[in-house]
């Protein structure tokens, strides 16, 4: 994953605060949406695909809480930072049991909005990634019982698919170097037999 593919929505009925906020991320890389207030973030959740929810806390309308809820109904990968200038423990609590990523008290520093973006984009890489390594070891798994029909016959399209895959683990650091020569050998000299 890369930057250019982490959406961030900043909600802030505060124009000035949403503009500044979503000026900095942008700057950094990131695309960027904003929300006028919880309501508007709520229609724009249903509809649009983020990773960053950054929301202020008290709004007309929807609250912070209210877009925290919907947005992790709406994705459970999703990260959501709660920013408020009436920061409490009770506030502070109360939105990390309902899932928030981190709470921030306002007036904050330009360098924390990056670091809690930086922070929750390589969380968001880390899952994207244990996802694909589940999808793969599932596929390979899935096919466990086509490796022994490959290594006692020839079929040359389907040993190029297993060389594919064990060299795709390889890369994902599943296997080692060493394990993915080994697969390898054995794939092709068990072929060698069905070859006559």
Known sequence: MEKKDF???????????????????A????????????TDAIRMLTFENVNLVLTDLRMPGAGGIEVLKHAIRSNPDVSVVI???????DTALEAIK?????????PFKIQEILILAERAFRKTALIDENKELVRHLRDTYR?????????DSYHP????????????LKEMKVISAQDSDILKKRLVN???????
Do not use: F
């Open 7 to 25: 959406r961030i929505l900043v909600v802030d009925d505060d124009e000035i605060a949403r503009d500044v906020v979503s000026s900095i991320l």
């Open 27 to 38: 700057r950094e890389g990131y695309p960027v949406i904003t929300a006028m207030d919880g």
């Open 83 to 89: 920013l408020t200038a009436y920061g409490t423990l």
């Open 98 to 106: 309902e899932g928030a990523y981190d709470y921030l008290t306002k």
């Open 143 to 151: 096919d466990m019982e086509i490796i022994r029909t490959v290594s």
């Open 157 to 168: 399209e389907i040993t190029a698919g297993w060389l594919e895959r064990i060299e795709r």
């Open 190 to 196: 068990g072929n060698g037999k069905g070859k006559g």
